[in-house]
C-alpha cells in the first residue's frame, strides 16, 4: 500500500489550522513568573512593608520624576502587566484543577482582566510622563 | 518472618457490581515486595485476584498498583517501605493492624478486574506520537521498503547527540506517570507524560526527522498545552525520565512549531 | 464490564504532593491583591495629597498582613519556579549539562541583587536603614 505523503491542501488553510494562543498566553505567563520572581519581593519589601511601617520614607518628587520617565514604564511592565498575565493564566488553569471553569468563559474573563488592568497602569504612565 | 496486614481493592464484575476492599495477612521479610505479596495472596489465600506483571525487575512495566495512593511498581517497591524501621527488628507485634498497607489499581484508568487497568487508554496517546525514528529518505516507499532504508543507513551518533535524549528514551511504559497526573485524570484526552516525554525523545534524536509529522499533535489543546506543571509524574516515575521536563520542553518547541507554520504555511 | 474512579474538585486533598502544587497555584491570590494596591499607587501620584493617603491606605494593618502574605507567596513562588527553570530550558555546553543547582543559586543571586538595587534607590532618603 503506497502512503499519501502528499494530500491536496492549499497553503492557507494549513497556514492557519490547529493554531490557538496558547503559546501567547503560556509565553506572558512564564516572563510573568520570572518578574513575579525576581522583582516583586524587592517591590513589596520597600514599597508596602518597609515604607508604611516607617523603616523608609518615600520622597513624593522624587518618585514622580523617576516613574515619569522611562524606568515608570519598565516598572510597570514588569511589576503589573507581566505578573498579572502570569496570575490570570494560573487562576484561570486553577478554575479547571477546581472543576468550576477553565473554559472559553474563564479564558475571556482571566486574560481580559488582566488586559484591563495593564492598559490602565500603563495609561498611569503615560498620563504622568506625558 | 512478620506478619504484614495488607488491603486489596478487588473488583469482580461477575460477583459483585461494585468494587470492594479485602484484608490479607502475609508474612515478610527486609526482601518481601508489594509484587511477593500479591503472588503470596495469589498462591496462599485466594487465587481469585488478578493482576500483572512478567519480569520482576522493573523493566517490563507492567506491575504499576496504588500503593497507599501514590502509583508505584510493584516489583520496585517494598513492603518495608510502608512500616516503622524497627519493625522487623523488634518484638513487638502491635503495629501489625495500625500499619496496613492500602494496594489498588492504577488511578486515571478504567478498572477491567481487580488490579488490571485498560491501559489502552494510554497507549492510544503513545501511538499517536509516533514513537519510532521516521526519516526523509524514501517518502513515498512502503513501510516495509522505508525500515529496510532505515536499516541500511548507518545511523551514526556522537556521545553528545546522545545526551540530549538519552534520559527520555529510558520510560518502560510503565504509565505511573498518567496515574500521577491530575490533568489526565481531569482530561482523559491530554496526551500525557510519557507520550510526551517519547515524542521529545525522537525529536532531538539527531538521526530522526519525524518532528513536523508528531508537533500537529503536541500542538493541540489536548498536547503539551494541557499541562500545568504539577511535576507529580517525574517524581513517581521509576526510571527518572522525568516527563514534566519533557511536557514543558515541548511547550517551547510547540510555540517555535506554530510560530513556523503560521510564517510558512507548513509545520 | 467495568468502572473508572471519576476525579472530584477535591482531589488535591488526597495527599501532601497535590496541596503543594495547590499551594503554589496559590501565591497568585495575594499578588493579585498587590497588583491592585499599585495600580493605586500609580494613580495616587498625581498630587502629593492623593500619594500621602495612598500611604496611609498601605499602613492599614489588614494591608499590611496582605502584603506580608504577598511577599511569603513572591518567595515561595520563586522556590518553586527557579527550581523549574533548569528543568525547561536545560543548557548544555557540549555533552554536559550546566548544573541545575547553579542555575538556581544564580537566580537567587538576582533576587538578592534586585532587593540591594531598590533599598540602595528609595532606602537612602532617611538613612534609617
Ligand atoms: S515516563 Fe516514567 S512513569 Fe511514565 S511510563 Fe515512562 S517509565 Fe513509566
Ligand atoms: S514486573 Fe516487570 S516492571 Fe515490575
Excluded at chain 2, 503513545?126 to 514513537?131: D, F, H, R, S, T
Excluded at chain 2, 553528545?160 to 527520555?168: C, D, G, R, T
Excluded at chain 3, 488535591?12 to 496559590?26: I, S, V
Excluded at chain 3, 495612598?54 to 507567596?73: C, E, N
Aim: net charge neutral.
Amino acid at each position: 500500500m503506497k502512503t499519501h505523503a502528499k494530500l491536496p491542501s492549499t497553503a492557507k488553510s494549513s497556514r492557519w489550522h490547529g493554531l490557538h494562543l496558547e503559546p501567547i498566553w503560556w509565553s506572558l505567563f512564564s516572563a510573568g513568573g520570572v518578574c513575579f520572581a525576581v522583582f516583586v519581593p524587592a517591590v513589596v519589601l520597600v514599597f508596602a512593608i518597609l515604607a508604611p511601617l516607617g523603616f523608609i520614607t518615600l520622597d513624593y518628587s522624587q518618585i514622580v520624576s523617576w516613574y515619569a520617565d522611562i524606568w515608570g514604564l519598565l516598572f510597570t511592565g514588569a511589576v503589573i502587566c507581566l505578573p498579572a498575565f502570569h496570575a490570570a493564566h494560573r487562576i484561570r488553569h486553577g478554575l479547571h484543577d477546581l472543576q468550576i471553569g477553565g473554559g472559553l468563559l474563564s479564558v475571556v474573563i482571566c486574560y481580559g482582566a488582566a488586559a484591563l488592568l495593564s492598559v490602565a497602569a500603563l495609561y498611569g504612565w503615560w498620563q504622568l510622563s506625558g | 518472618m512478620r506478619n504484614c496486614s495488607i488491603a486489596v481493592q478487588r473488583y469482580l464484575p461477575h460477583e459483585h457490581a461494585e468494587p470492594f476492599w479485602q484484608h490479607f495477612t502475609v508474612p515478610f521479610d527486609e526482601s518481601t515486595s508489594i509484587l511477593d505479596a500479591l503472588n503470596y495472596i495469589k498462591e496462599e489465600l485466594d487465587p481469585s485476584l488478578s493482576f500483572r506483571w512478567s519480569c520482576r525487575m522493573a523493566i517490563c512495566g507492567s506491575c504499576g498498583v496504588m500503593v497507599n495512593g501514590i502509583p508505584k511498581l510493584g516489583c520496585k517497591d517494598f513492603l518495608r517501605n510502608y512500616l516503622p524501621r524497627n519493625y522487623l527488628a523488634s518484638e513487638s507485634t502491635a503495629a501489625v493492624s495500625a500499619a496496613e498497607i492500602r494496594i489498588q489499581p492504577l488511578a486515571h484508568f478504567t478498572v477491567e478486574r481487580d488490579l488490571i487497568v485498560d491501559m489502552n487508554e494510554f497507549l492510544v496517546h503513545l501511538e499517536a506520537v509516533k514513537p519510532y525514528l521516521i526519516t526523509d529518505a524514501g517518502a513515498d516507499e512502503t513501510p516495509l521498503e522505508k525500515h529496510a532504508q532505515t536499516l541500511a543507513q548507518t545511523n551514526k551518533q556522537t556521545p553528545a547527540q546522545l545526551a540530549k535524549y538519552k534520559q527520555f528514551a529510558n520510560c518502560i511504559n510503565c504509565g505511573l506517570c498518567y496515574s500521577a497526573c491530575p490533568q489526565f485524570g481531569l482530561n482523559p484526552e491530554f496526551v500525557g507524560p510519557a507520550a510526551i516525554a517519547l515524542a521529545q525523545r525522537y525529536n532531538l534524536d539527531s538521526r530522526d526527522q519525524g518532528k513536523a509529522a508528531r508537533m500537529p499533535v503536541l500542538n493541540g489543546h489536548n498536547g503539551v498545552w494541557s499541562c500545568t506543571f504539577v511535576g507529580f509524574c517525574s517524581d513517581v516515575c521509576p526510571k527518572h525520565v522525568d516527563p514534566a521536563a519533557a511536557v514543558n520542553q515541548g511547550k517551547v518547541e510547540s510555540a517555535k512549531s506554530m510560530l513556523i507554520q503560521m510564517f510558512t504555511g507548513r509545520g | 464490564m467495568s468502572y473508572k474512579p471519576e476525579l472530584t474538585g477535591s482531589w488535591w486533598l488526597k495527599h501532601r504532593f497535590f496541596m503543594l502544587y495547590m499551594l503554589r497555584e496559590a501565591t497568585v491570590l495575594p499578588l493579585v491583591f498587590l497588583l491592585c494596591s499599585l495600580l493605586a499607587g500609580i494613580y495616587s501620584l498625581a498630587s502629593p495629597e492623593q500619594f500621602a493617603s495612598w500611604q496611609a491606605f498601605m499602613a492599614r494593618p489588614w494591608v499590611l498582613a496582605l502584603h506580608g502574605l504577598a511577599l511569603v507567596a513572591a518567595l515561595y513562588h520563586a522556590f518553586t519556579f527557579f527550581q523549574l527553570f533548569p528543568r525547561v530550558m536545560p543548557i548544555r555546553i557540549g555533552a554536559r549539562l550546566l548544573p541545575p543547582a547553579l542555575m538556581v543559586a544564580v537566580q537567587w543571586a538576582a533576587v538578592l541583587a534586585v532587593i540591594v538595587l531598590f533599598l540602595w534607590l528609595f532606602g537612602n532618603s532617611q538613612g534609617a536603614i
